[in-house]
């Protein structure tokens, strides 16, 4: 999925809570890195907002927090994403083609979209329409038709979509991931739907996902652009005072990782083995997640300079890219590692990731390795600030992860803080080889899998 909140995934997820900081070490900011305020319309509705004339034009980034694909049924999965797919294909007095029509003749950008914890929306509109748009919004929430032909077009488009997935090995060993590494939980269904779920879906069954998962109490709003405060509290209310007060999304219980020291093997005649492994790791409240986050840059999130990428790229030509990330949902925290390489290769490459994971957690990084790291995560914090709608996003992001609204203010200075004892004490806390979850599609050499999987799980 691409997420509507990149910006502040690429900016957001590499940085911890300020309260999780030794603060005692750190100078206080000078000034604010944003001035993000807080506004409450008078219908109720809050949004953290950035005042920016400089463009004319407004963007607002919005969650339904906990309304994402893991509350699809399970004989209905890609329920969510269907609602999001066609909650702009006509609503109130305007079908689809009317509907689209307007938003393009006035040079609206309305999308929605979901992810495996909650769904999204976004708009962004040139200032002399946004009465217009945010009356098209309001409607698409409050107001979708959910009309059979676009229900039918759109259920083509991803059942296409899934059938294309069925050759990437890629894909496949994710799927596969999935259903091992969260087995028995509602985030082993496939986020991006089945064939037979998209079949059963009906218009009434997108109505009761928006009826029950669409209300004030689970919306997070973030508005940035060419409006003032007393402009924006109107609005609010236009856009989102007609939802329900009250959301009616069951409670989903927290997972641990499955499968841990085992290799599950999918048999697929293809020249490349494709490699994913998956290890429990920590979230964004825990005080050492800053330091995770510079070890997992060291260690293989920043592709070329990383170690991974160096000793298995670059010094062995084993594989065109390797890369680490932190795996971060509501429900279940990790670090997973991917790659490709040649089969005869498979069991020399699984070795290596081994080898600079032990390597990693029991030796420390170089100074010139951490300055970099930190040099890198500190300069690239203004690409996130390069358009209105990015930064809506990364304040959306502040507001998914509950942070506070003056976060970003002195960023730099903690990252600066980290040590290499910091690096160290996290490497050896959260990295454990011998817990690794591990899927391989391919005819991989070298490697003696745990379970060999014929089937696919979740995808018809």
């Known amino acids: 999925m691409k997420s509507l909140i990149l910006s502040a995934v690429l900016i957001v997820s590499a940085i911890t809570p300020a309260w999780a900081a030794d603060i005692t070490t750190i100078t206080p900011p000078t000034e604010r890195f944003l ?7 008078d219908g109720g509705i809050t949004a953290w907002f950035l005042e920016d004339h400089s463009v004319p034009a407004i963007a607002i980034e919005f969650a339904f927090a906990g309304a994402g694909a893991s509350l699809d049924p399970q004989d209905k999965q890609g329920l969510a994403r269907l609602a999001s797919n066609t909650l702009d294909e006509g609503a109130a007095d305007l079908d689809s083609q009317a509907f689209q029509k307007t938003l393009t003749d006035n040079s609206i950008a309305l999308r929605f979209d979901v992810g495996r914890d909650d769904f999204f929306g976004s708009l962004k509109s040139l200032t002399r329409h946004r009465d217009l748009a945010t009356d098209l919004m309001a409607k698409a929430l409050t107001s979708p038709r959910f009309d059979q032909d676009p ?3 759109m259920k083509a488009a991803n059942i296409s979509r899934i059938k294309s997935q069925l050759s990437d090995p890629d894909w496949i060993a994710a799927r596969i991931m999935n259903d091992v590494a969260f087995a028995g939980h509602p985030y082993a269904m496939n986020s991006g739907g089945t064939v037979s779920g998209f079949a059963a879906i009906t218009a009434d069954d997108l109505r009761h996902f928006t009826r029950i998962s669409f209300a004030r109490d689970n919306l997070l709003v973030a508005v940035a652009g060419d409006i003032s405060e007393d402009e924006l509290k109107p609005l609010l209310d236009k856009m989102f005072g007609a939802l329900p007060e009250k959301s009616q999304i069951p409670p989903t219980a927290d997972l641990t990782i499955q499968g841990a020291n085992t290799i599950t093997l999918f048999d697929k005649d293809v020249p490349q083995t494709s490699i994913q492994m998956m290890q429990a790791g920590i979230g964004r409240t825990d005080p050492d997640y800053h330091a995770a986050q510079v070890m997992n840059f060291i260690l293989g999130s920043s592709g070329f300079g990383s170690r ?9 030509g084993l594989t065109y890219g390797i890369y680490s990330s932190m795996y971060q949902l509501d429900h279940v925290k990790a670090l997973s590692v991917s790659t490709s390489t040649r089969n005869d290769k498979a069991g020399e490459v699984m070795g290596l990731i081994r080898t600079e994971w032990t390597k990693m957690r029991d030796e420390p990084v170089s100074a010139d390795e951490l300055k970099a790291a930190q040099d890198y995560l500190t300069g690239s914090m203004p690409l996130a600030l390069t358009s209105t709608q990015g930064i809506a996003g990364l304040i959306l992001g502040l507001r998914l992860d509950d942070l506070p609204i003056d976060y970003l203010d002195g960023i730099t200075e903690r990252y600066n803080a980290i040590t290499v004892d910091d690096v160290s004490k996290v490497s050896k806390r959260l990295l454990t080889p011998d817990a690794m979850t591990t899927v391989i599609v391919g005819k991989p050499e ?7 999987r014929t089937d696919l799980p979740n995808v018809e």
């Open 35 to 41: 001035d993000i305020r807080s506004v409450t319309s």
């Open 151 to 153: 229900i039918d077009r």
């Open 308 to 316: 991974l990428t160096e000793e298995i790229r670059e010094k062995r």
């Open 446 to 452: 070298g490697i003696t899998p745990t379970t060999t």
